[in-house]
């Protein structure tokens, strides 16, 4: 069974550019959830996606957009980037089963940093 | 608002020793899920335990084991006979429903040699 995974590993950008960060769920996922952790930080939700659609966003400006696929792989867009963006981006995937809580498997992370 | 709370950004013990990380949420809900995870340097986030909110019984994971009083709203991680391997970053999470996962600020817990 092979795990999430995330590219790339590391990614300098400027001010002002665009960014794609990619993520592929565990095998049999159908749900990937983005999160942005600060240095220092604990992670902070961005939004999730089910069967390609977005199932609930936190408290992130519209610049942060995403995309599922087919094959439930996805990724996170960042326009416009800002200096406070720089952050590790995690993404966890999880099959939604019966009850309240479905375990979500984290990926190692993108870190992103903006100059 | 959904929050969770860790109180000791940084805790550091000797190996073998017994060490407990605190951990507060705040929730209306009355169902929900509670979970430890541990974040080494290599930034995997890697769940150690978890609690059901419903059930009484304190969850139990080899050394580690919790502490959960709900009236109390508080959730803290008890590591017995701790290991250098348990050397990492310790975010308390909160659930509720299948979306996000809250997390607490962290702590950082050094095991010395």
């Known amino acids: 069974e092979t795990g999430v995974t995330q590219s790339p590993t590391h990614l300098i950008k400027t001010r002002g550019q665009q960014v794609t960060l990619r993520c592929s769920s565990q095998?049999?996922?159908?749900?990937v959830s983005w999160y942005q952790q600060a240095l220092g930080q604990g992670p902070q939700f961005i939004f999730q996606y089910y069967r390609e659609e977005e199932n609930g966003r936190g408290n992130f400006p519209p610049r942060f957009s995403g995309l599922q696929f087919p094959n439930y792989s996805s990724e996170l867009n960042v326009n416009a980037l800002e200096l406070d963006d720089s952050a590790l981006y995690l993404c966890?995937?999880?099959?939604?089963?019966?009850?309240?809580?479905?375990?979500?498997?984290f990926g190692p992370g993108t870190r992103l940093t903006v100059l | 608002a959904q929050t969770v709370t860790q109180s000791q950004p940084e805790m550091s013990v000797q190996e073998a020793e017994t060490v407990t990380l605190s951990c507060t949420y705040d929730?209306?809900?009355?169902?929900?899920?509670l979970f430890w995870y541990k974040q080494p340097p290599s930034r995997q986030m890697i769940l150690v335990i978890r609690q059901e909110a419903y059930k009484q019984q304190n969850a139990t994971e080899n050394r580690f084991s919790v502490n959960f009083q709900k009236a109390a709203k508080s959730f803290s991680l008890k590591i017995s006979d701790s290991q250098l391997g348990d050397t990492a970053m310790y975010f308390c999470?909160?659930?509720?429903?299948?979306?996000?996962?809250?997390f607490g600020q962290g702590t950082r817990l050094t095991i010395n040699p």
């Open positions: 999470a909160f659930i509720q429903g299948a979306q996000k996962l809250v």
């Open positions: 966890a995937s999880s099959w939604p089963g019966q009850g309240a809580y479905n375990e979500q498997f």
């Open positions: 929730t209306s809900e009355s169902n929900y899920y």
């Open positions: 095998s049999g996922h159908n749900t």
